[in-house]
Nanobody, 119 residues
């Protein structure tokens, strides 16, 4: 089970830090990713990280502004979002990602956390 938190309302140029809390003994064995879905749009990949945290992948739209990290001892995966833009407004979700491409979600979706960036 994955639970997202940390969303909120922020002005353009601001920052937010999202957190995804996992459970189960195998959490540290999974590659994890963040995804987002804006109103009227399909859910899209944002960022992912290997089980060890030694490699990351980012969507071009967030590269250089977002940073994904994980703490396997705490069973958390965080997404630090800086220089936020109004187009980052969406519901953000975390999920396990497939090892084939580190971008395809693998598990069911949680409730997500809403991020709203005002201009």
């Amino acid at each position: 089970q994955l639970v997202e938190s940390g969303g909120g309302l922020v002005q353009a140029g601001g920052s937010l830090r999202l957190s995804c809390a996992g459970s189960g003994r195998t959490f540290s064995a999974w590659a994890m990713g963040w995804f987002r879905q804006a109103p009227g749009k399909e859910r899209e990949f944002v960022a992912s990280i290997t089980w060890s945290g030694d490699s990351t992948v980012y969507a071009d739209s967030v590269k250089g502004r977002f940073t994904i990290s994980r703490d396997n001892a705490k069973k958390t995966v965080d997404l630090q979002m800086d220089s936020l833009k109004p187009e980052d407004t969406a519901v953000y979700y975390c999920n396990v990602v497939r090892l084939s491409d580190y971008m395809t979600p693998f598990d069911s979706w949680g409730q997500g956390t809403q991020v709203t960036v005002s201009s």
